[in-house]
């Protein structure tokens, strides 16, 4: 029996949406239409979608949803383009409406820095709302950023005092001594893709004076041993690499007023052969805490390169084939 077609129009206010719709030299349009079955006319005042019945509606939420995105001011980009498209297979694409209005906090230069996803924008409620949580998911989907982000508008709003971020310096195996220079030069190298989140929020200069006011500390996990941390907003990046003995030591350092996020891709594990990761072992003892948030990431979150996004479904499914 063959599948019911349908044909639907949307039009446009003016030719400048339509630009912007379909990209520079049609290469959002062109995206689309390499990856459905509907043809797609463009006219000067309408799009016209013609194709099997289901694939048409989910076109026209697209169309309707990007449109929406491009009056409320927002500049697509290819990403943007590729998730709604996704989205849209599964009718979810106006979803993505509540994403653009849901501000974290501002850069420096004043920039609004939203969610991207709704992973991410459930990765962020749930840091707002439990006093642990677990970030758990591949590269690029924006874990440590957006808890720094996270952590920077706590700080703003004082609902904390400071920012402590922390990761297992795995590769010298937290024996930094070899490394020429003071502590902070042995353990820079470590701790570089944090400062670069915090370099976006506050700007350098920003970063700099908090840190001499002691407002944000930045220092590998071994010396967190001892410490209890009050109205701190505390973060664990690549904790994959810690042991079990060090994740527990972390997670009891809690301290009243404050909050913990851990991130971590279980994927990219560095410690020594035979070594347990202490990341793997707390999601599986704590899932059923119920004030701690475990949220899980997948290939669909990544917001770098669409080809980030391939490489990591080409690398799960070749896991899946391996014995």
């Known amino acids: 029996m063959s599948q019911l077609k349908l044909s639907a129009n949307i039009p446009l206010h003016n030719v400048a949406e339509g630009l912007a719709l379909y990209g520079p030299q049609d290469k959002f349009l062109r995206l689309i239409q390499e990856q459905t079955e509907s043809v797609i006319h463009t006219r000067d005042a309408e799009i016209v979608i013609e194709g099997p019945e289901e694939e048409v509606r989910s076109l026209h ?22 998730y709604a498209l996704d989205l849209a297979r599964d009718m979810k694409a ?12 501002t850069t420096f230069r004043g ?11 459930h990765y962020v409620t749930t840091i707002r709302k439990k006093d642990i949580v677990f970030g758990i998911g591949p590269a690029g989907t924006g874990k440590t950023y957006l808890a720094v982000v996270s952590a920077v508008a706590a700080l703003k709003n004082g609902k904390v005092k400071r920012i402590l971020l922390t990761r297992p310096a795995v590769e010298a195996g937290e024996s930094l001594g070899f490394l020429p220079g ?11 893709p944090l400062y670069d989140a915090l370099n976006d929020v506050l700007g350098a200069d920003g970063v700099a004076k908090a840190m001499e006011r002691g407002m944000i500390e930045i220092a590998p996990l071994a010396y967190m041993r001892g410490r209890t941390l009050d109205d701190s907003f505390v973060i664990l990046d690549e904790a994959q690499n810690t042991t079990p003995e ?6 009891t350092r809690l301290g009243f007023g404050s909050h913990m996020v851990i991130t971590g891709d279980v994927t990219q594990i560095d410690l020594p052969k035979g070594k347990q990761s202490g990341l793997i072992e707390a999601q599986r003892i704590l899932r059923d805490i119920e004030e701690i948030g475990i949220v899980y990431f997948t290939e669909q979150d990544v917001v770098r390169h669409a080809l980030v996004q391939k490489i990591i479904i080409a690398y799960n499914e070749n896991k899946e084939l391996t014995p």
């Open 61 to 82: 939420q697209l169309f309707d949803t990007l449109l929406e995105l491009i009056r409320g001011g927002l500049q697509l980009t290819e990403r943007d383009v590729r």
């Open 94 to 105: 106006d979803q993505l409406l509540s994403l653009f209005k849901g501000e974290i906090t």
């Open 111 to 121: 920039k609004p820095i939203l969610p991207k996803t709704l992973g991410q924008r």
């Open 182 to 192: 003071d502590l902070q030069e042995k353990v820079d190298p470590y701790l570089r």
């Open 246 to 251: 060090q994740m527990k030591m972390f997670l």
